[in-house]
């Protein structure tokens, strides 16, 4: 019975633990939910007043982390703390924890059943825009800070506090902080970002949660296809006009999906998912050398989520013909989005798509392209010491790796740093992922409160105990 008992209690404990520490952290979050900081490209709907507030509060949220770090602003609204290390133990550069305060837009505010900017703590949880995606996040990570301090702790390494403010668009804080560092000789030992999860529900066959670190990141790519004509009155049209090319080009595009391959860190994260797995994904997750040929064939044909796991994967956006009803298009477009897979390239995905469309007055044009992030390894301490961490505070979840299907700020810090992971540290429902840029997005608070656990422990290194 003694020895039953024991492990219980300790699992009561950490419970305990993540709830009261997510309570009492719980108004903080709720009232830097309450600001506006919706991004956008557009530089006169950003709303500054709101970023403003948004930086304003945070002194008086974390009066000991503003008084112990120096605060350097990036890009006018980034946030980059620098918490100075003890130097007892600084080998192989700082610790690098990074998240974004700005936000997407909501749609209708009306289908939220507390408002999104209200921040509402309601039957357990903190409701509002940015609880997930991810000033849930950021202030996990400034209350595991203000905890230690208050504790009297001192890294042994220095750790940078990197927070991001246009990461929704894809802006250049992140890459301006990554630079800053470049500038001062600074190379990060360990740099963690937004991405995967504590997911629960998420893999066919395993009950456990899965804790997936993001390792990498597809590449994002808009290519603008385009075709031209002569043009002329609608009631006079000609065969095979710059409109019908370009559909033609886009129906061969939709037809032959690039071909399917299963990365290396995919394989790495059904392998360790396979002892967790039951039957029959652990008999195929498990002999990969066998199934891996066939599991890639289902999850290509499966499409979704599944099928992007794959492959290089092609949207068509937007389309655009002439500007009138009874006028023929003199050109013609279409955005085709396209995120490359880990191991192809830029390059070599428009190469292909011209082979496809095998047309030469279809002409491709890159618009914006960047490469796949490179693959963090997983053989390492900085992902051993993640792991330890995740093995703490979520003793029922099984760590894997794999490749972030969207992108993160973190992709810019990869030129001066080896080990860049994704990872945020909450549970997440099917249901909790589907809300993210969507409606009723909320966290729970005592899943804040194992995110607050996670960062100290983090902070603290293993082997530190509560
Ligand atoms: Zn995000």
Same mark, same amino acid.
Not at 14 to 35: D, F, P
Not at 165 to 177: H, K, L, V
């Given at each position: 019975m003694q020895i039953k008992s024991t492990p219980l209690r300790v699992q009561e404990t $950490?419970?305990?633990?993540?709830? #009261?520490?997510?309570? $009492?952290?719980? #108004?903080?979050?709720?009232?830097?939910?309450?600001?506006q900081t919706v991004s956008s490209r557009d530089p006169h709907q950003v709303r500054l007043e709101e970023f403003d507030g948004f930086i304003s509060a945070l002194p008086e949220l974390f009066p000991l982390v503003h008084e112990k770090l120096s605060l350097e602003r990036v890009n006018a609204h980034g946030l980059l703390y620098r918490w100075q290390g003890s130097g007892t133990d600084d080998v192989g550069g700082p610790l690098v924890l990074m998240a974004h305060y700005d936000v997407v837009p909501v749609q209708d505010p009306a289908s939220w059943t507390h408002p999104p900017f209200s921040g509402e703590i309601a039957d357990g949880r903190i409701w509002g825009r940015g609880a997930l995606d991810d000033k849930g996040s950021l202030t996990a990570i400034l209350e595991a800070a203000e905890q230690l301090l208050a504790a009297g702790f001192a890294p042994s390494r220095d750790v940078y506090l990197s927070f991001g @403010? @246009?990461?929704?668009?894809?802006?250049?804080?992140?890459?301006?902080?990554a630079a800053l560092l470049e500038s001062r000789g600074i190379r990060p030992w360990l740099v963690l970002d937004e991405g995967g999860a504590v997911a629960g529900q998420?893999?066919?066959?395993?009950?456990?949660?899965?804790?997936?670190?993001?390792?990498s990141e597809k590449g994002i790519l808009d290519v603008e296809l385009s075709t031209e004509d002569a043009g002329g009155h609608a009631s006079t049209p000609h065969r095979r006009g710059a409109t019908a090319r370009l559909a033609r080009a886009i129906t061969r595009v939709d037809a032959r999906p690039l071909p399917a391959v299963l990365p290396e860190p995919t394989v790495e994260m059904i392998g360790r998912l396979a002892p967790s797995a039951r039957f029959p994904g652990r008999l195929v997750f498990g002999n990969l050398r066998i199934f891996r040929r066939p599991l890639t064939r289902v999850l290509a044909r499966m499409g979704g989520e599944p099928g992007a796991l794959t492959r290089t994967t092609v949207a068509i956006t937007q389309l655009q013909g002439s500007s009138a009803s009874n006028v023929i298009a003199s050109r013609a477009t279409a955005n085709a989005n396209i995120r490359v897979a880990v191991g192809e390239s830029v390059a070599g995905t428009v190469q292909r798509l011209r082979r496809i469309i095998a047309d030469p007055s279809v002409s491709l044009?890159?618009?914006?392209? @960047?490469?796949?992030?490179?693959? #963090?390894a997983t053989d390492n301490a900085q992902f051993a010491l993640l792991e330890q961490t995740i093995a703490d505070v979520f003793p029922d979840a099984v760590t894997a790796p794999y490749i972030m299907l969207g992108g993160t700020d973190s992709r810019r810090?990869?030129?001066?740093?080896?080990?860049?992971?994704r990872f945020v540290p909450f549970r997440m429902s099917r249901q909790d992922r589907a809300s993210i840029h969507a409606d009723n997005e909320s966290l729970n608070i005592e899943t804040f409160g194992e995110g607050i656990l996670f960062y100290a422990r983090l902070l603290r290194g293993p082997?530190?105990?509560q």
């Open positions: $950490a419970g305990g633990q993540a709830l #009261s520490l997510g309570t $009492a952290a719980a #108004s903080k979050l709720s009232r830097l939910i309450g600001y @403010n @246009n990461e929704e668009t894809a802006g250049d804080t992140a890459e301006a902080a998420a893999f066919p066959f395993v009950d456990r949660p899965v804790a997936v670190v993001g390792v044009r890159v618009v914006e392209g @960047n490469e796949p992030a490179p693959v #963090s810090f990869t030129g001066i740093c080896d080990a860049v992971y082997g530190a105990g």
